[in-house]
């Protein structure tokens, strides 16, 4: 569902550009409003959500799909974690679909999906383990990197039970943005996937913004 | 796919949990007993046990939602735990994840250990938690788990449905281990399920051994992905006697 927000990212308290092959892992406040910007379009964010009190609770996709019977991600979604809580709710959506079941890429899958010879290209999962070594006071490791959404990710899945990676939705300008309903980690893989269309075959940068 | 001999065979009621360790070379044959079982299971290195099955892998390497005969699947590092060898299901899934207590008192009632004894209703959940923690492992190794048996639909607008009826008495599934592997399962209702009354399936198990897989094997050669996964077990296995 596209839903347009009236926020001005003038008025935001924080504002990063995070480049592709990134990462980006932060606190935002129970309360505080967060947007992701896809800048120059078919930009894959591929991000996780923890209790900033309790890492241990983590946003859940099973949980979250199953919860509210669709799994495709938009306005109006609450993001469940694996204990049953709301952490935060997708309140604008100016792409309209968001995936959550196509996992993060990683160089040992990317030796499965494309050829054994490309295990060493950079991939999310890489961006998370630096994510967690960098930032220790959170107490993160290999346990706790699951599975996350694909934020401007378009992942169809068919009736017959088919599932592909289609060409992005999202375009230059197009935003998601999220409230949180509980003090919680952000952390976000700027994609770095050169060998399918989830970049368009080039990883760009995004913003992410911040509001009280 | 096996020779069939028969190493082991147990049971397993319904609403109830279970964990072992399957070698490579070995095969998992479930059998639905009456119909409408669920089995949930999850994937663990032995010796890693960070390594662990990892669904989207599992479905994105293979451009599919659903798993069958042919499929495989995956660990977090690109190798594969199991080949599925035989199926008459058709269709299990592997996005719906579990039951907790809480929901199953909303479903159903509460049905205490207290009051029901072997009878309790419990939750997909919490067999889980009980057999990870017996490997020291905890909430948050639970990744997302197989439902074995169990059907859910997606329609173009991604609205899930559950299937009933998907298994039916004596349907069975192989899954054909193709590194050493510790299998935690649970035999609780699916999420979906709406049974007027807590269903309770028992599923037959036996522990076969399995032969060798050859070039032409039907899940290597289901996908071209699938030849590159057992080429990273092989490497992982370089120097161990098959």
Redesign the interface.
């Known amino acids: 569902m596209i839903k347009e927000s009236s926020l001005v990212p003038a008025n935001a308290v924080y504002r990063e550009t995070v480049p592709a092959g990134d990462y980006f892992m932060k606190v935002v406040k129970k309360g505080q409003t967060f947007r992701i910007l896809d800048l120059e379009g078919n930009q894959a964010a591929d991000t996780l959500f923890y209790n900033a009190d309790d890492p ?1 609770e ?1 946003y ?4 979250t ?2 919860e509210q ?4 991600l938009t306005a109006g979604t609450k993001l469940i974690s ?3 809580n709301v952490m935060l709710e997708i309140v604008a959506d100016t792409c309209g ?1 968001h995936d959550t ?4 890429c ?1 160089t ?6 494309y ?2 010879e490309k295990k060493c290209m950079h991939a999310c999962r890489d961006s998370w383990m630096l994510a967690v070594a960098e930032n220790e006071e959170f107490g993160m490791s ?3 990197i ?2 996350n959404i694909n934020f401007f990710m378009n ?1 169809p ?3 017959d ?5 289609e060409d992005g939705i999202s375009a230059p300008g197009k935003y998601v943005e999220m409230k949180a309903h509980m003090d919680t980690i952000v952390l976000v893989s700027n994609c770095p996937q050169l060998n399918n269309p989830c970049n368009g075959y080039n990883p760009t940068p995004i913003e992410v913004l911040i509001w009280n | 796919m096996t020779d069939n001999t028969i190493l082991y065979q147990d049971r397993i009621a319904g609403g109830c949990h279970w964990s072992l360790r399957m070698r490579r070379g070995t095969s998992l044959h479930l059998v639905d007993e009456e119909g409408g079982a669920n089995v949930g299971m999850l994937f663990y290195n032995p010796v890693n046990l ?1 390594e662990r099955y ?4 599992t ?3 293979q ?4 798993l069958t005969r042919g499929n495989c699947l ?1 660990s ?4 594969i735990f199991c080949s599925i060898v035989e199926d008459s299901v058709g ?1 299990h899934e592997t ?4 039951l ?1 207590r ?1 929901m199953i008192i909303k479903k159903w009632g509460e049905h205490s250990y207290q009051d029901y004894h072997n009878d309790w209703y419990q939750s997909g959940h919490d067999s889980f938690l009980v057999e990870l923690a017996k490997y020291g492992l ?7 788990n197989l439902n074995l048996f169990s059907k859910v ?8 449905r559950y299937a009933t009826g998907n298994s039916k008495a004596g349907d069975f599934i192989e899954l054909r281990f193709e590194m050493d592997t510790l299998v935690v399962l649970h035999t609780c209702p699916h ?2 399920n709406n049974a007027d009354d807590y269903p309770r399936k028992p599923i037959v198990y036996q522990i076969r051994k399995a032969a060798p897989v050859t070039d032409d094997d039907y899940c290597k050669n289901y996908r071209p ?1 699938n030849q ?2 057992f ?2 077990n092989e490497i992982y296995h370089l120097g161990v006697e098959a």
């Open positions: 241990a983590r859940s996709a099973m949980d799909i199953r019977g669709n799994v495709y694996n204990q049953g679909r079941l196509g996992g993060a990683a040992e899958s990317n030796t499965v999906r050829a054994l290999k346990r706790d699951t599975h992942v899945i068919t009736a039970g088919g599932l592909t990676f | 960070l990892n669904a989207p892998d479905l994105k390497c451009h599919t939602f659903k995956y977090d590092m690109g190798r269709w996005v719906c994840g579990n907790t809480e905890g909430i948050e190794d639970m990744a997302a639909e997606v329609d173009e607008a991604g609205n899930l999420p979906l992905e590159r996964g080429k990273n």
